[in-house]
């Protein structure tokens, strides 16, 4: 992997690690398949894969992030308002 490349590799698992610790199925259960997921990749030299692969990532925290959002505001919804009938 091109040294340019690392800090952009190491940011992106620590930021998924950090955000799989509240993932609905576990933390245990999250860190085994992001493990999985950049073990399956850990040979690619190419820096242009290397960065899509990278650009993959940032799509899955702004996914990650968007359902931890969705899941406060339901529980402040369910909280605060009458049911919907």
Same mark, same amino acid.
């Given at each position: 992997?091109?040294?340019?490349? %690392? @800090? =952009?590799?190491?940011? &992106?698992?620590?930021? *998924? &690690? $950090? &955000?799989?610790?509240?993932?609905? !199925? @576990?933390?245990? $259960?999250?860190? =085994?398949?992001?493990?999985? +997921?950049?073990?399956?990749? /850990? =040979?690619?030299?190419?820096?242009?894969?290397?960065? /899509?692969?990278? @650009?993959? @990532? =940032?799509?899955?925290? /702004?996914? *990650? !992030? +968007?359902?931890?959002?969705?899941? %406060?505001?339901? +529980?402040? /919804? %369910?909280?605060?308002?009458?049911?919907?009938?």
């Amino acid at each position: 992997m091109a040294n340019p490349l %690392k @800090g =952009d590799v190491i940011r &992106l698992y620590k930021n *998924l &690690l $950090y &955000l799989g610790r509240e993932y609905p !199925q @576990g933390a245990v $259960y999250f860190r =085994d398949r992001l493990k999985s +997921a950049f073990m399956k990749n /850990k =040979d690619e030299t190419d820096p242009e894969k290397i960065r /899509k692969l990278v @650009g993959r @990532g =940032d799509f899955v925290i /702004k996914e *990650l !992030q +968007a359902l931890y959002f969705l899941r %406060k505001y339901r +529980a402040m /919804k %369910k909280r605060y308002y009458e049911p919907e009938k």
